[in-house]
């Protein structure tokens, strides 16, 4: 039987063992078989995290006597000069990704020798969604995300594609491999990144190779983040998302990497090359080489200023406490839940005076026998074949009355299609639908009924 098989299949059996004189018999005969079966070396490590209790600093080559598959760990020998009568054990536990194995003592004398330059030196991050890539190229696959403030270990600097400002001059910073905490590797570069040196168990900043740029914590939490048109911010207030507001991502890029800041708004897309963002005042910052300012006005909220024709113009802009994208896949859900909602009572409704309406789960439906309302509310040439559109939102005294609204698109080969808006109610015995004018309608909400509403009703089929 391997070590490690000794070692996994002892662990489980000790699991099972509840009663205390049972469980103390047992630890002697484990502890018995576990001296036994790490009395002889796999081999050696490097070890790459530092490790608090006991305090081993990274570097350090460690004796190692197993490695778990199956608790992802290596148990390695504790250096004798770290053991004293309070130490219980002479082993510890380390993840597999943070330590260097060889077989043999002399190739981790070399590995360590190699990583000493960088033995010490850790990263915080400065930017949330700071991509860690495969390959040291800002074109090169992803394969880590990192969080604002996370820490990385840095194993090593290379060379890399360089990253190019919007001048055609290299951004400063480096090009490193670098280690997550949870054991991925991959490449980052500096830009966003603050070194600083763990030694004898003291924090120092280390200064960057190319002199990057030291950012006041203000403005390192604003190019941390995310900035987003008001509209959006307004939209949770108020639960009512605008799907396709959201999908335009209207938003201020302070382009802080290429020197190219842009605002992308409704019948706005400006750029503004710059050179630096320096302060200008408390809380304030410009942007040199453009005529534009920003100011934050709270931990959540940004204005910025530019010049048009001459005028200065403002515009506000939110950190969203949901990213965009999620907001977008948790709309688009609820969507489709109201739309199964009216296909799991039906799918067929039918009305002696307007026909027959077939929902299906994929939000498309089928409309026959609507002569009666052609030509004012649907054209003759509308065959009743579209999509139904859960992009409406009803008041708060309509919220009491109907179930919701929606968008009923014809689809028209004659044509740009056809939108009729209707309010809904769903009951035991059908579906009644209120055709609702432009007119009632403020943006995406339902603000009243038509002063002559047009009722239709359909009993389930």
């Given amino acids: 039987m391997s070590e490690k098989i000794l070692y996994d299949k002892i662990t489980n059996i000790m699991s099972t063992f509840k009663e205390k004189r049972i469980f103390k018999l047992f630890a002697c005969v484990f502890a018995f078989l576990l001296l036994s079966a790490c009395s002889s070396s796999l081999g050696w490590g490097v070890l790459l995290w530092s490790i608090e209790d006991p305090p081993i600093p990274s570097g350090t080559v460690l004796q190692v006597f197993l490695k778990s598959n199956i608790n992802k760990v290596w148990v390695a020998g504790i250096p004798r000069h770290l053991i004293d009568e309070k130490t219980e054990n002479d082993k510890i536990e380390i993840p597999l990704d943070h330590l260097d194995f060889f077989s043999r003592k002399s190739s981790a004398d ?22 860690v890539r495969n390959n040291p190229d800002n074109n090169a696959r992803r394969v880590y995300r990192l969080r604002l403030g996370e820490i990385v270990k840095i194993l090593k600097q290379v060379d ?4 190019i400002s919007s001048t055609g001059a290299p951004l400063p910073g480096e090009w490193y491999q670098v280690l997550t905490e949870d054991g991925s590797t991959g490449y980052c570069f500096s830009y966003r990144l603050k070194l600083f040196s763990h ?63 842009r605002i992308f708004m409704p019948d706005i897309n400006r750029t503004f090359n710059h050179t630096a963002i320096v302060p200008d005042g408390t809380r304030a910052w410009r942007f040199e080489g453009a005529d534009l300012f920003m100011e934050l006005r709270s ?7 530019y010049l048009d024709s001459g005028q200065t113009k403002t515009l506000l802009f939110v950190s969203l406490p949901t990213p965009l994208d999620d907001l977008i896949v948790q709309e688009s859900a609820r969507r489709s839940r109201q739309i199964g ?19 299906n789960s994929n939000g498309s ?87 002559l509403p047009m009722v239709l009703y359909f009993y389930k089929d």
């Avoid at 959006?232 to 108020?238: F, G, P, S, T």
Wanted: include cysteine; charged fraction near 25%; charge should be negative.
């Fill in 110 to 131: 070399k590995r360590a020798k190699e990583f000493s330059e960088f033995a010490a030196i850790y990263a915080e991050n400065l930017q949330d969604g700071l991509p």
């Fill in 160 to 163: 890399g594609t360089p990253a």
């Fill in 199 to 261: 030694t004898d168990w003291q924090l120092a900043p280390v200064a960057s190779v190319a002199g990057e740029n030291v950012l006041d914590s203000d403005l390192e939490d604003i190019l941390s983040k995310t900035w987003s048109s008001e509209s959006y911010h307004n939209m949770l207030i108020e639960n009512k998302i605008n799907l396709e507001e959201l999908r335009n991502n209207w938003r201020f890029d302070p382009g802080q990497e290429t020197g190219i800041a």
């Fill in 299 to 305: 931990e959540t909220t940004i204005a910025v200023k």
């Fill in 341 to 359: 909602i009216i296909y799991n009572n039906g799918p067929d409704f039918t009305s002696s005076n307007y026909g027959t309406i077939n929902f």
């Fill in 365 to 451: 439906f089928s409309w026959r026998g609507f002569e009666k309302l052609s030509p004012e509310y649907i054209p003759e040439s509308i065959e009743g074949d579209g999509t139904i559109l859960m992009n409406l939102f009803l008041s708060e005294n309509l919220g009491v009355q109907y179930d919701g609204a929606f968008t009923m698109r014809f689809t028209n080969t004659e044509g740009r299609p056809h939108l009729l808006q209707c309010m809904y109610v769903i009951d035991n015995q059908g579906f009644r639908l209120e055709i609702v004018p432009d007119y009632c309608i403020d943006e995406i909400t339902v603000m009243r009924r038509a002063s």
